[in-house]
């Protein structure tokens, strides 16, 4: 579709600007500002391709940072707080990753959401969050007495070498110059501070079976990583990897499901009737399904 809230982009990796189409869905007007992290809306993300020059990823055209600015200040996510248990117990196990590199000091969540990572996480570290979402950060502050800002990643001023460990799950596959949010990263990083980062993997297995359908294209997602670029990125900001490796969730039974509203409604009907039959909705199931990576990286 055409539209003043799109614009062309160069590769953010490498600055190329030749690319070639991976996948496209016109973008419906609702998807342009459908922000939410609980969101059913997989298709819808417009046109997807890869740089031929350096492998990397993205949407183009894509949406303007101003109109992804204020799609998220505005974003209200009433159903991410139906996950509330699940969400801590998520958040405890990416701490025993990140307690393997950083035993305590000051920790920064960039995109903290509600704060059910941050709140676990204060029980070793000092925290304090960044959070796009005028209701996500109202809600983090208020549910449990955080220091979260609402401040746009690129106006906030945090004094350099200030955190000792930097967190970013499931954000950076959202922003419109990934690079520099790493380098900003980097930044506020005391030197050896870690960098902790979950995001989709398009590289994955499943990525490549499922292709145009794979769960990871959303019309919210315009930077799609895999292991190379990724490692590629966070190299050129400064950063050595530590650890890299796959990235399981546990959420209800009655959640993943609702996940598969999207694929043939056989499957949707089949695994809604096995969950009703053991009478599982709420039960907590673990998965990792192998395509969205975690990595811990050191600030050189």
Request: glycine content about 6%.
């Amino acid at each position: 579709m055409t539209s003043p809230h799109l614009e062309e982009v160069a590769c953010n990796l490498c600055g190329g600007k030749r690319s070639r189409t991976l996948f496209e869905r016109a973008y419906a007007l609702e998807s342009l500002s459908d922000c939410a992290a609980t969101t059913d809306t997989f298709g819808h993300y417009g046109r997807i391709v890869r740089c031929v020059d350096c492998g990397f990823v993205y949407t183009n055209p894509r949406p303007t940072k101003e109109a992804l600015l204020a799609g998220y200040g505005a974003c209200v996510d009433e159903t991410y707080l139906e996950e509330a248990s699940s969400r801590s117990i998520n958040a405890h196990l990416s701490l025993n990753v990140i307690k393997r590199f950083a035993k305590g000091g000051r920790l920064l969540e960039i995109g903290c959401a509600t704060g059910y990572f941050l709140n676990a996480a204060r029980v070793d570290f000092e925290v304090a969050g960044l959070e796009p979402s005028e209701w996500a950060s109202k809600t983090a502050r208020e549910r449990f007495m955080l220091d979260v800002y609402s401040e746009p990643l690129d106006t906030c001023r945090f004094p350099s070498a200030s955190f000792d460990v930097v967190v970013m799950i499931d954000v950076v596959e959202h922003l419109t110059d990934p690079k520099a949010a790493l380098r900003c990263a980097a930044n506020w990083l005391k030197p050896g501070g870690a960098l902790y980062l979950v995001t989709p993997d398009i590289g994955s297995l499943s990525a490549s079976l499922l292709g145009a359908a794979w769960w990871g294209l959303r019309p919210a997602h315009i930077a799609y990583f895999d292991r190379d670029t990724m490692r590629r990125m966070l190299e050129e900001a400064g950063f050595e990897v530590v650890l890299e490796k796959s990235f399981g969730r546990i959420f209800s039974w009655s959640y993943w499901a609702s996940r598969l509203k999207n694929y043939p409604a056989f499957v949707h009907r089949a695994v809604l009737s096995f969950i009703n039959l053991l009478d599982i909705a709420d039960k907590p199931l673990y998965l990792d399904t192998r395509d969205s990576m975690e990595i811990c990286a050191r600030k050189r």
